[in-house]
C-alpha cells in the first residue's frame, strides 16, 4: 500500500483574502515612478488574461501606453478636444492626461454577437480581466485606477486607437507609484447588500 498523499487540487492562499480585503484604487493625478518594469508589465497583463471565459472567446485585447505612447495619446486627445472648439487650458490638460502614471493599459471589449456565448457574458468577462489588472498591480506593490472618461467613448479617439466595429473601450487601467498614503473609503455593510435564498 502507498504512503503517498492523495494531490490536492486546492491551494489555500491566506495572503490572497488579506490582498484583496486592502486593494484599493489611487488616484492616476496622485501616482508617480517607478511604474511597473517590463517583466511586472508582463505578469499583469498575463494575471489579467486569466479571467472567467465561457467559450474560450478571449473577447478583449490590450494596448499598452509607456514612454512615447502616453505622449502620442494625448496629442490625440488634445487635437480631437481643439477640433471640437475647447479652451487651450482644457486641450493642454488632456495634451498632459496619459502622462500622469508612468503605465496605462487599455482594455479593448472585443464582444462578438451570434454566437452562442451571449455578448453580456463576453461583456463581462472584459470587466473581470481589468480588475484582475487592479489585484496585480496591488499584489506587486503598485497602485492602480481603472478610468473609462470621456475618450473612451469618443468615436475619433477610437478610431485612432485601431478600434474595430463593435469593439468598445472596458477601460484604462492607470498604474503607478503611490505619491500620497490612500485614504480608506466608505465599504457597503454587507447585511444591507446580501440575501439568502
Not at 514612454?67 to 502620442?72: A, E, L, P, Y
Not at 471640437?84 to 482594455?107: C, D, M, N, S, Y
Not at 453580456?120 to 506587486?140: D, F, K, M, P, R
Amino acid at each position: 500500500m502507498s504512503s503517498e498523499k492523495p494531490k490536492s487540487f486546492n491551494h489555500p492562499a491566506p495572503g490572497t483574502i488579506a490582498l484583496l480585503l486592502s486593494r484599493r484604487s489611487g488616484s492616476a493625478k496622485a501616482m508617480g515612478k517607478p511604474g511597473p518594469s517590463a517583466e511586472q508589465l508582463q505578469q499583469i497583463l498575463a494575471a489579467g488574461a486569466r479571467v472567467p471565459d465561457h467559450g474560450k472567446l478571449f473577447p478583449w485585447r490590450f494596448i499598452v501606453f509607456e514612454g512615447k505612447g502616453r505622449q502620442r495619446m494625448g496629442d490625440i486627445l488634445a487635437s480631437v478636444m481643439e477640433a471640437q472648439g475647447e479652451r487651450p487650458k482644457q486641450v493642454e490638460e488632456e495634451r498632459e492626461r496619459f502622462l500622469r502614471a508612468p503605465v496605462v493599459i487599455g482594455v479593448v471589449s472585443s464582444a462578438r454577437e451570434q454566437i452562442k456565448i451571449p455578448v453580456w457574458e463576453q461583456e463581462l468577462s472584459a470587466g473581470a480581466v481589468c480588475q484582475n489588472l487592479l489585484i496585480a498591480a496591488h499584489a506587486l506593490g503598485f497602485v492602480a485606477n481603472w478610468l473609462t472618461e470621456w475618450y473612451a467613448y469618443d468615436p475619433k479617439v477610437k478610431e485612432k486607437l485601431g478600434l474595430k466595429p463593435g469593439e468598445r473601450m472596458a477601460g484604462f487601467v492607470y498604474v503607478g507609484t503611490a505619491k500620497e498614503e490612500l485614504e480608506e473609503r466608505l465599504r457597503p455593510q454587507l447585511d444591507k447588500i446580501v440575501s439568502y435564498f
